[in-house]
């Protein structure tokens, strides 16, 4: 029998999503700068982000969603929804150009909305990122095989 034990975790921002001039990136904020040591020899980051435009009680307790593109209503866990119980958003990103003195992150794209909070970003490793069989429902089987060149986005 599983007993269910009331834990809670605390996540802080690392940085936001601005968007300002037709450019995109990622402040980060002071005390976490020496964390991008190194972010130069990657072409791509992977940013973890908080949903928070959509954090209320309603969308944390939702558990179905329907996917776009007319997928039949899904689980949360299996969809990219923003409404789910830990509204933690997962977006590759390329990069453009970094300022490490100033903790600006450039990129190409982000599916993310104007200073969403950045809880964490980590280097994009093929080993680590990607496989080489993989399956996924038929609703998804004609997405593109590869990540998009300009990024994600935001829907318009």
Not at 46 to 64: G, I, S
Not at 95 to 123: H, R, T
């Amino acid at each position: 029998m599983h007993s269910q034990k009331k834990d809670s975790y605390r996540v802080l921002p690392i940085g936001h999503i601005r968007r300002e001039n037709d450019k995109i990136f990622i402040e980060i904020l002071d005390e976490f700068i020496p964390g991008m040591k190194g972010l130069e020899n990657f072409s791509h980051i992977q940013v973890f982000w908080w949903f928070d435009k959509n954090d209320n009680e309603h969308n944390r307790k939702k558990l179905l969603c329907h996917p776009p593109y007319n997928a039949p209503e899904t689980g949360v866990f299996a969809c990219r929804s923003p409404r789910r119980p830990n509204l933690i958003a997962l977006t590759t990103a390329k990069i453009n150009e970094i300022d490490d003195e100033n903790g600006l992150i450039y990129i190409q794209n982000i599916d993310a909305e104007k200073d969403s909070p950045v809880i964490d970003i980590k280097g994009y490793f093929p080993v680590c990122d990607r496989v080489k069989e993989f399956r996924v429902p038929s609703w998804a089987s004609d997405w593109a095989e590869w990540f998009p060149d300009e990024g994600m986005s935001l829907k318009e």
